[in-house]
């Protein structure tokens, strides 16, 4: 079975331009999260998806990012434009449906705005 | 004060030492909760769930005290392959997993 995976594993961009992140979930597995990790600190949580539907979106930064889940099967994290401070490792995590299963997490997108 | 809370380390012991780990977490009305390990510039896995009674998983303990809100990860006999951060997450009630910070442990010959 794959796992979680991401793309791309690590994108540097200037400030103002717009960066789009991939994640494909276990097959099957409704619900999917994304997260980020900013240097030094704690995986911080952004928003859950089940299915095609936002279920949580209250760790959104600001309007700049942008989450979808078009079908219910891979989403996207768009920044645009990316700021300073948006730099950071962006993880994304599935599980099965309910809310007690593991969370399976992908590779990461490390994220460098410069 | 945050959701979660770890001691970020870092614990520096020999092969063979046993560690302790806590974790406390603020929401009273927190329901699951979980040790994961992170290896360097890699991807969170499960290491083990923990439950009110307590469970053990080889030489790894985990341990939930929900009077004083924390959970502790007890691992004897350290392995050089224990390096690592172990987060600490839990699941309040809003179901969103929320991590603390990690304590690194680096076990050395």
């Known amino acids: 079975e794959a796992g979680v995976t991401q793309f791309p594993s690590h994108s540097v961009i200037e400030k103002g331009q717009t960066v789009t992140l991939r994640c494909d979930p276990i097959s099957g597995h409704d619900n999917l999260y994304w997260y980020r990790r900013v240097m030094g600190k704690e995986i911080k949580f952004l928003l859950h998806?089940?299915?095609?539907?936002?279920?949580?979106e209250s760790g959104m930064p600001n309007n700049r990012f942008l989450a979808e889940r078009t079908g219910g099967t891979y989403s996207t994290l768009k920044v645009q434009p990316a700021e300073l401070e948006d730099s950071g490792v962006y993880f994304c995590?599935?599980?099965?449906?309910?809310?007690?299963?593991?969370?399976?997490f992908g590779e990461g997108s490390r994220l460098t705005v410069l | 004060r945050k959701e979660v809370e770890q001691d970020p380390g870092p614990f520096n012991v020999p092969e063979g030492a046993t560690v302790a780990f806590n974790c406390t977490y603020s929401n009273s009305a927190s329901q699951s909760f979980f040790w994961y390990r992170q290896d360097c510039r890699k991807e969170p896995k499960l290491l083990m769930s923990v439950y009110s009674s307590g469970n053990e998983d080889g030489r790894f303990t985990a341990q939930l005290n929900r009077a004083s809100q924390y959970i502790s990860l007890l691992i004897r006999d350290s392995k050089l392959s224990d390096s690592a951060t172990y987060l600490c997450v839990v699941k309040g009630g809003s179901y969103i997993p929320t991590f603390g910070r990690g304590t690194s442990l680096i076990v050395h010959p």
């Open positions: 995590a599935s599980s099965r449906a309910g809310d007690g299963g593991e969370l399976f």
């Open positions: 998806f089940v299915k095609e539907s936002k279920q949580d």
